[in-house]
């Protein structure tokens, strides 16, 4: 975090990442992005500037060090998947992190009983060739590890 100094994150939800952020870096400009207007006020009223949209209908001219995602990916259409992609790497000056589900092939999952709702693929992989980014780390988080309390799912830091 020595050398990010702003942060844009794609689906803040309440805001809970920009929050560690912030913990970690309390002088880094915290940004997002959240659909849901009742998250992303309560996002907003923590600090973070929050912006209420869907990522398809979407739109800066900022540009953050960091943008990211953690599990916002899985839920985009992959009809609008390259336009997704497009907008997460105009936002970052440097550094795109992708937090996601993974499936070496597209696979569509149902969710809450939806169908066409949460999809696995290789995120990382695909926004990576697209944009030559240059792969910095990336790692695993597993569902059996109970001090994450997450599900499965892999992590890359790029550098563009």
């Known amino acids: 975090m020595k050398k990010v100094k702003s942060v844009f994150e794609f689906g803040t939800n309440v805001g809970k990442n920009l929050d560690a952020i912030k ?9 997002g992005l959240e659909i849901n207007s009742y998250a992303a006020k309560i996002c907003s009223k923590k600090g973070h500037n929050t912006a209420c949209s869907s990522i398809i209908d ?7 060090d960091l943008t990211f995602t953690c599990g916002v990916l899985i839920h985009i259409n992959p009809n609008e998947l390259s336009q997704v992609y497009k907008k997460i790497y105009d936002l970052s000056k440097k550094y795109i992190l992708i937090q996601e589900y993974f499936n070496p092939e597209p ?11 949460l999809f696995k693929r290789d995120f990382a992989k695909e926004i990576s060739k697209r944009f030559n980014l240059k792969i910095i780390d990336y790692g695993f988080f597993w ?18």
Do not use: C, M, Q
């Not at 913990?23 to 940004?31: F, H, L, M, V």
């Not at 059996?144 to 892999?154: L, V």
């Open 58 to 64: 979407f739109t800066s001219k900022e540009k953050y």
């Open 143 to 160: 569902s059996e590890d109970k001090k994450f309390n997450i599900p499965d799912t892999n992590w890359f830091l790029f550098k563009k």
């Open 107 to 117: 696979v569509a999952i149902n969710y809450r009983g939806h169908k066409n709702k």
């Open 23 to 31: 913990k970690i870096s309390p002088k880094t400009i915290t940004a």
